[in-house]
């Protein structure tokens, strides 16, 4: 029975929330990941770094935010990492292989039967999960509270931000425990409350153009790296409310085929989160304007501030929201849906 406040959704409400969630996961957390490590943290940090793999398994948001995980792990830590759709859980293990499962609710049925077959492989599991008295979090071996606090809308937005941070948190943690010193700064990890904050003052703009493309027919999220897991993330959030055609592709893929789909119904959004251009994303912007497509970029940019992609999905959860609203839909309930997905 949570309230809506002044909000007249649910999953607006959420959006909003998301400054004060960023903020308390780094006050609870950064002096104890990045500044004093304590023991049984180092002991986790070591178990990554002394491992073979990790495997991470999740569904839907919360996989594109194993995704961010891994690709930080791999790159950053120089960890192998594997992710994969829960329910497409098959891996080839080590015995010194490590597990990480993602859940908002902690009761998705796949990611549960996930955590049966890294059981019987016999390998730690750390689970980052939003509720802490759920089945995944009392399987796992080891829990990270993603404390986005209740999340009632059935698009998740505030949990997945949480996931993202927490994950960029544990990573900060392994690499220090690696390397000795840290990779993301308390002071740029403080930054990101106030880049979320900044984000939530251009809900009017996005709102016009929600109302503009209306009857737009099909759109299209396109990035590069870490910003194809947002455009899979974007995309996954407009369909699941608005019932439109929408799909999110690592940006030079889309030349491979997808490309044919773009005409003058279609609108094409390219993220970019990371610190430099992206001149290759912006010519594919330019060719697909060239074939009729509308264009929307949402570049994030900001000098010195390399975690942008924490919070890079705000813009297109408000597009979301708004063209669901636009189209009379419920856009906390959406049709053929639930929040937790219990059964395989
Ligand atoms: O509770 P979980 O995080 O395990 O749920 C996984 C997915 O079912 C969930 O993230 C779903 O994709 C969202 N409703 C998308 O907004």
Same mark, same amino acid.
């Given at each position: 029975m949570a309230k809506k406040k002044k909000f007249s959704t649910h999953m607006e409400k959420e959006i909003h929330e998301i400054p004060d969630v960023v903020l308390r996961i780094i006050q609870n957390y950064a002096p104890v !990941?990045?500044? +004093?490590? %304590?023991p049984d943290v180092n002991e986790l940090a070591k178990l990554f770094y002394e491992c073979d793999t990790v495997h991470i398994a999740a569904c839907g948001t919360a996989y594109h935010a194993g995704l961010v995980i891994g690709k930080l792990m791999e790159e950053h830590c120089k960890i192998r990492t594997k992710v994969y759709i829960a329910s497409e859980f098959n891996p080839l293990v080590k015995s010194n292989d490590i597990a990480i499962v993602v859940s908002q609710s902690g009761e998705t049925a796949d990611t549960v039967s996930a955590m049966k077959r890294m059981k019987e492989y016999n390998i730690p599991i750390v689970a980052l999960c939003n509720v802490e008295n759920s089945t995944i979090a009392k399987t796992a071996d080891w829990v990270i509270p993603t404390r986005a606090g209740q999340e009632v809308s059935v698009a998740s937005t505030k949990a997945f931000i949480a996931q993202v941070l927490c994950g960029v948190i544990l990573v900060n943690n392994i690499f220090y425990s690696k390397y000795g010193r840290l990779l993301y700064t308390k002071s740029e990890l403080l930054n990101i409350p106030l880049q979320a904050t900044k984000l939530l003052s251009r809900k009017r703009e996005i709102k016009q153009l929600a109302k503009l493309h209306r009857k737009t027919q099909r759109i299209f999220f396109l990035g590069s790296g870490m910003d194809a897991f947002l455009a899979y993330e974007s995309a996954l959030k407009v369909k699941e409310i608005t019932y439109n055609h929408c799909e999110g592709y690592a940006a030079l893929e !889309? +030349?491979?085929?997808?490309?044919? %789909?773009? /005409? /003058?119904k279609t609108l094409c959004v390219g993220i970019n989160t990371s610190q430099e251009k992206n001149d290759k994303l912006n010519n594919l912007m330019n060719d697909v304007k060239s074939r009729g497509s509308k264009i929307w970029n949402i570049d994030l940019f900001e000098s010195g501030n390399n975690l942008s992609f924490v919070v890079g999905a705000i813009p297109s959860f408000f597009f979301a929201l708004y063209l669901s609203k636009e189209k009379g839909n419920n856009t906390d309930k959406p049709r053929n849906l639930t929040k937790a997905v219990t059964i395989e």
């Open positions: !990941f990045c500044e +004093r490590i %304590l !889309f +030349r491979h085929g997808t490309m044919a %789909l773009v /005409d /003058d």
